[in-house]
């Protein structure tokens, strides 16, 4: 299973990378789950987080918890 979170404006990475792998996770029947941001950069999720980009950890969380690694 996989959890992917992308921001639109990633500068190193292209976001088409992450859409690309989502869609043969899906095509392959493996549980996968995609949330992407307009903005913040590459590695958000390495420093404090404002707007809508605070919202991922709390996306994470449920969807952990709905794939069972979580109680």
Known sequence: P????HAEDDNSVTIQNS????TALVKHGVPAEMH???EGGHGFAMRDLEGKLAEWPELCRKWLKTEGFLP
């Open 19 to 22: 859409k690309l792998f989502y």
């Open 36 to 38: 992407t941001f307009p």
């Open 2 to 5: 996989s959890f992917l979170i």
